[in-house]
């Protein structure tokens, strides 16, 4: 496909001001905008937290609220809605679904900034001798090993990394390997259940390791386990990013609305690489019911998934792009390419010229965290 669009938005002189000289705006000011997160509070979206709690949206001129995801809640969906929120945070195979021709929504969410630079989507297995009543041969270390195996997804979109890197090495399901549907968490991997399970870095693998091995009456350790992930793979697709309605971008006065949106969204992001304690607390704070030392794993995970952003918090990798397109065509869940204004690059720039700080993160380094029994 042609490389998403670079439109050039026309700013205003007031919008090239730096997010402090916007601090004295006075309440009743504020544009209100509302932001559907993609799933419940939680570290992977502290920096919309922090966003608010440190004033970040308030001095460019918004009062921003942000709405809560979950289970009954689609982001995709809620932001395809002209009488829904502005804002949507979702991973992109779900709103390219949505904007397909095929697609009875007939979406137009457009993706305005890629926060997630890599993708967190792990298979984790036991490793040779480890785990419940150890069997060596159910260790899954690439692929090619979900042979004879039952390979455990999420479903629902979520599965197609793991599904692409099987057939990627020839594997096809129900004929090849067993393709398990499993709930949110590790159970399945911990009752042996299943050979392989799907996990977030920043969550479910982290629910092993704060689980209790029963051999030692120690909690596991990385070593017992064996992990692929998708971006060495191959198959990571984009993942969270911010996205807007075209119909109202095109609105007068909208794009600029946005780029203020984008420029406090990454200032949140900005100050929880460099302030994680504080953001897990404003994760807590807006509702968050994970142990504390989940929500540290959480959210030091999340912060290597964002930084470093080579070209800038927000731009959009395009080889990665490229390769979520690719496995949505391949696997038959996009009836034609998107069209380029399925992401644009120029809001995330101008919001990005917005702010002083660091905006790459090049010197970023994940830091330690201690794992806790049961994430408290």
Known sequence: MKHPRRIAVALGASSLLIAASFGATAAQD???????????????????????????????GLDVTIVDGGPDVAPQVVGSDPAGPE?????????????????????????IGQIFQRSGTLSVSWAPGAGPDPVSDTTVATPADFAGKKIGVWDFGNE?????????????????????????DM??????????????????????????????????????????????????????????????????????????????????WMYCRDNPAECVQYTVDAGSTLGNGHQQWMMNEVNALIWPSPD????LPQ?????????????????APPTEDAARTDLADAARALIEGD?????????????TEGGN
């Open 30 to 60: 504020l544009v209100p905008v509302s932001v559907v997160l993609q799933w419940v509070p939680q570290a992977q979206f502290a920096g919309y937290y922090a966003a608010k709690a440190q004033g970040f949206w308030e001095a460019q």
């Open 87 to 111: 804002f949507a945070t979702s991973w992109v195979p779900r709103v390219l679904a949505v904007r397909d021709p095929a697609s009875d929504l007939k979406s137009d969410l457009v993706n």
């Open 160 to 184: 197609y990394e793991v599904t692409a890197a099987a057939a990627a090495a020839g594997l096809e399901i129900g004929t090849d390997f067993e393709k398990v549907i499993q709930p949110f």
């Open 187 to 268: 159970s399945l991997l911990l009752n042996r259940e299943i050979d392989a399970a799907e996990a977030m870095i920043y969550n479910e693998y982290a629910q092993v390791l704060e689980t209790i091995n029963p051999k030692t009456g120690e909690l596991y350790q990385p070593e017992d386990l064996t992990v692929i992930d998708y971006n060495e793979v191959g198959t990571a697709m984009l993942q969270d990013a911010i996205h807007a309605r075209a119909g109202w971008l095109a609105e007068e006065g909208n794009e600029e609305i946005a780029v203020k949106f984008l420029a406090g969204a990454f200032q949140g």
């Open 312 to 315: 800038g918090i927000g731009a």
């Open 319 to 335: 080889a990665t792009w490229d390769t979520t397109v690719q496995i949505m065509t391949d696997a038959g869940l996009l009836t």
């Open 359 to 371: 905006t790459t993160g090049a010197g970023f380094v994940k830091g330690t965290v201690e794992v």
